[in-house]
């Protein structure tokens, strides 16, 4: 990152080794793609438990697709790879006689309890991380650069494409003149049901799927209902090859329609034009510097629409790569941050996205159906609908950011962390997002059709038709007035809640709903 190296007698951040390629290379479920091996024919360790997935209750569709993931990547190596089952790592590896005369290396993992274990663990030699768009030393070196001034997206994400000479012109500055096109891309939805763009692409199931699924049924009968959510067909990349072939679908067929309707949301169109390709590259079957280069170059050659093209490249490598920097720079302790007090334990029908519920807020229905259908939704659902609700509400943010990496496919704890404890819960005073991200149900209505169709009305504040995102808005300044206050973002807000006539019956209201599903 040219903007801001170090002076020469700086030392590194990090002394770990780039490579390793005489070495076996143990990869962990996320790290699946070409790139975190060193040479065409290095041998592979693989490790399956399904008793960890099982133990931590997460999505069944997650659960399919990490361990169809993980046998694809072993059937494609074949004998150069050892796939071994087992109830944990330490386990694993003495199986697979990993020790002082037998070493592996591995990538260093994406979990802060990964990396305590492979450092600790005999015969492992662990090397840099890798599937990001700059290395942790070179975020290190630009955040000291940054000569105490605030952390900001937007900076990291102009020195990335500096560095990388992503979307430049022939002068080095910003093709179309611009960094940011995010005021072209709030539009709200058409007055349509779905958006006239092409259908995502979606994976044909095979007979590693179908072992996948009946290993996931025996579990089940052997043990009750460990899963959370609902079985369906896989919807997600689960090899390198699927991966490819989902990204170049959506750069042919949906990018010039990913911007303008980024923030929308449609009741009957959960995908709108989104790329969906979150969960692999998590699985790491995607470099997101080579899905930024190639929607370039395709891009480029057809000349897309400027807005979403730099939308997209925005997304992969600055908001992507900025949540897993901050994970590390803000330290093991950040999950458990808690600026706001918000103590509230999540209730049981949000905990187990329980079918018969009695939810009528019709946005908050929709998204718990999606999440329990697909173990997916878009951005805005989980910032909006339920990551604000959340907030509103005081749901404990550990818990709340452990729910969200059960229940998502692409759940994982570094992507958690700052997104569900930082931006949308404000948990950590505003290190990660300078403002609290909370609407009330006016925001919904303009930017979703759900309010056509909800019992309540986005313009009441207090009665039967009170919209219980307008209600909770404003109980929620109501509650922590006198911390955001200081907030010279949260001035205007503040001052809409002295001007509110029905302030108090509003907040017994709101009291009186409790945990119940509203
Ligand atoms: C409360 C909350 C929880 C989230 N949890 C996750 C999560 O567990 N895993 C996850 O990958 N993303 C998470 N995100 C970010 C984002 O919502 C998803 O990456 C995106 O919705 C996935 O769908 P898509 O692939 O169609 O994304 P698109 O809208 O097509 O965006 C393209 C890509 O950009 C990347 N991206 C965009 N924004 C972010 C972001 N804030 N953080 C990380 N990557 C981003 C993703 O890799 C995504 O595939 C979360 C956001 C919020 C507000
Ligand atoms: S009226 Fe309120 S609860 Fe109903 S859909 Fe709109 S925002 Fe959601």
């Known amino acids: 990152m040219p903007e801001a190296e170090p002076a020469a007698e700086e030392p590194p951040a990090d002394e770990l080794p780039a490579r390793d390629p005489g070495t076996r290379r143990w990869l962990f479920a ?52 050892e796939l071994v089952r087992a109830g944990t790592y330490a386990e694993a590896l003495a199986r697979a006689g990993v020790g002082a005369p037998d070493p592996v290396s591995v990538c260093d993992p994406t979990s802060w309890g990964a990396r305590r274990l492979v450092r600790r663990l005999d015969g492992v030699r662990v090397l840099a991380s890798r599937g990001f768009v700059v290395s942790e030393p070179q975020f290190a070196r630009w955040a000291r650069g940054r000569g105490g001034r605030r952390l900001l997206m ?40 779905r958006l006239a763009v092409a259908d995502p692409w979606w994976p044909q199931e ?26 369906g067909p896989r919807r997600f990349a689960a090899t390198r090859a699927e991966a490819l072939t989902a990204l170049e679908h959506f750069l ?21 034009a989104h790329s969906m390709l979150s969960a692999p590259l998590n699985l790491g079957l995607l470099d997101p510097l080579e899905v930024a280069r190639r929607a370039e170059q395709v891009g480029r050659a057809r000349v897309a629409h400027l807005p979403s093209l730099e939308g997209f490249v925005r997304q992969v490598v600055g908001w992507r790569s900025w949540v897993w920097h901050l994970h590390w720079h803000l330290g093991e302790d950040h999950v458990r ?71 998502f496919v692409d759940g994982y704890e ?41 019992r309540y009305d986005p313009a009441v504040r207090v009665g039967e038709r009170a919209c219980p995102y307008t209600a909770g808005y404003w109980a929620f300044l109501h509650r922590h007035r006198e911390r955001l206050a200081a907030n010279p973002r949260m001035v205007q807000p503040l001052r809409g809640l002295d001007r509110l006539p029905d302030l108090e019956p509003l907040l017994q209201q709101e009291a009186r709903r409790g945990a119940a599903p509203p």
């Open 30 to 81: 996320d790290q699946l793609g070409p790139h975190f091996l060193d040479t065409a024919d290095q041998p592979v360790l693989l490790v399956e438990s399904l008793a960890a997935l099982r133990r931590s209750r997460v999505h069944r569709r997650k659960a399919h697709l990490v361990l169809s993931a993980l046998r694809h990547r072993a059937a494609e190596l074949g004998g150069r790879a």
């Open 337 to 407: 941050s808690n600026a706001l007090g918000a103590r509230e334990p999540l209730p049981d029908w949000f905990e187990r996205l329980d079918p018969h519920s009695a939810v009528g807020a019709n946005c908050l229905a929709h998204v718990l159906r999606s999440v329990r259908q697909e173990g997916w939704t878009h951005h805005v659902p989980r910032l909006v609908v339920l990551g604000g609700w959340a907030l509103q509400r005081g749901y404990d943010p550990a818990a709340l950011a452990e729910w969200f990496r059960r229940s």
């Open 252 to 272: 042919a067929a949906r990018l010039d329609a990913f911007g303008p309707h980024e923030d929308a949301m449609l009741a009957a169109d959960p995908w709108m």
């Open 206 to 231: 095979d007979e590693i799927d179908a072992g996948v699924r009946e290993d996931l049924d025996r579990v089940e009968r052997e043990h009750g209902p460990v899963f959370a959510g609902d079985d």
């Open 154 to 193: 937007e900076d990291f994400y102009r020195d990335v494409r500096r560095h990388h000479g992503l979307l430049l012109d022939a002068r080095g500055g910003p093709v179309g003149g611009r960094w940011n096109y995010d005021e072209d891309n709030r539009e709200p939805p058409p007055r349509r049901e």
């Open 414 to 454: 570094w992507v958690m962390t700052t997104n569900v404890v930082g931006i949308s819960q404000h948990a950590d005073g505003g290190a990660s997002a300078t403002k609290p991200y909370t609407t009330g149900g006016a925001y919904v209505d303009r930017m979703s059709d759900f309010c056509r169709g909800c």
